[in-house]
């Protein structure tokens, strides 16, 4: 069976853990508060961040402790031949290599607008944020792409689908793209079910791992002492997840860099005018696996804004 088979199957009907999250905005940011069966007090913040301010999430926290901040990329940039960066945290220079163009926030049910300027507090069961940036050319600040994220911010999750639409006058080789990356607080080990860290590693001893070695790999899990953060990218959607822009000998996952862990979904490709990229993936924080033994490690995440159980065997 499947993983996308193995998680449907899984799924939890909503009322099991519906619940009513409160949302606060002003400023230009928003918060999203919500308490969830196995993570408890789940609190979600969004606002502009990382040195080109892209609007999104930029700090988590789970039973009152801080487990994620943008200090640099939840969202990863891309790496442009040429050693230039776009996107992300990244600047080139001084010059800044995206911007936020426009943001809309909705809560739901009822997919009621929601102002991020105006002080206010209202109930949800979640959240769908789109964000449109443009990301830029290292060398000129000529268009690269735009980059439209859609966040859907449920329980003790944020969904990501990310759509690029590249604009680039002339053909350019990505070196690398990382997309979705992890910005956890505190790891002291790490597991990357289907992927060569089958059973938890101390941090220091995990680096990377290629395609070729980790075919089904698809999640990797931070583990603090405070929390676990679970990074799912889905491998039946998009053009990213089954990672067919990554050669079977380039790294797949990269793991205690810069404390950072990554995604790799890119490498050594190049992209023309009007083509376009897709993934999609989804970042859980909890206090507890439902299940962590030998074979299978499972935990709640919510997909689409449904309470779901994603279980992963162990071994490739």
Not at 248 to 265: E, R
């Amino acid at each position: 069976m499947s993983l996308r088979a193995r998680i449907n199957t899984l799924m939890l009907s909503a009322p099991l853990w519906a619940s009513a999250a409160v949302v606060v905005t002003g400023g230009g940011s928003l918060s999203y508060t919500d308490t969830v069966p196995g993570a408890g007090e789940v609190r979600i913040e969004f606002a502009p961040c990382m040195a080109n301010e892209l609007f999104t999430f930029s700090r988590v926290s789970l039973n009152g402790k801080l487990v994620n901040a943008t200090s640099s990329d939840n969202i990863g940039p891309f790496g442009l031949a040429g050693g230039g960066w776009s996107g992300g945290n990244h600047l080139n220079g001084d010059m800044r290599s995206a911007r936020t163009e426009s943001v809309a926030v909705y809560a739901q049910p009822g997919n009621r607008p929601l102002s991020l300027t105006k002080a206010d507090t209202l109930t949800c069961t979640s959240l769908d944020i789109y964000v449109n940036n443009r990301l830029l050319m290292p060398a000129d600040t000529a268009a690269f792409a735009d980059e439209c994220m859609r966040y859907t911010v449920a329980g003790n999750s944020v969904e990501v689908n990310a759509l690029h639409v590249f604009l680039n006058a002339a053909p350019v080789t990505v070196n690398r793209y990382y997309g979705m990356q992890s910005m956890f607080i505190g790891e002291t080990e790490v597991l990357t079910p289907g992927g060569l860290y089958s059973e938890w590693t101390p941090i220091s001893q995990v680096d990377r791992f290629n395609r070729a070695s980790s075919p089904r790999f698809c999640t990797f899990v931070e583990h603090s002492p405070d929390a676990y953060q679970a990074c799912w990218l889905d491998p039946a959607a998009g053009t990213l997840g089954d990672r067919s822009m990554v050669s079977p000998d380039d790294w797949v996952f990269i793991g205690n860099s810069y404390s950072k862990a990554y995604h790799k979904t890119v490498g050594d490709r190049a992209v023309r005018r009007g083509q376009t990229t897709r993934w999609h993936g989804v970042y859980s924080w909890f206090a507890q696996p439902l299940t962590d033994d030998s074979d299978t490690f499972a935990y709640r995440a919510y997909i689409g804004a449904t309470p779901t159980v994603i279980s992963l065997p162990k071994a490739d």
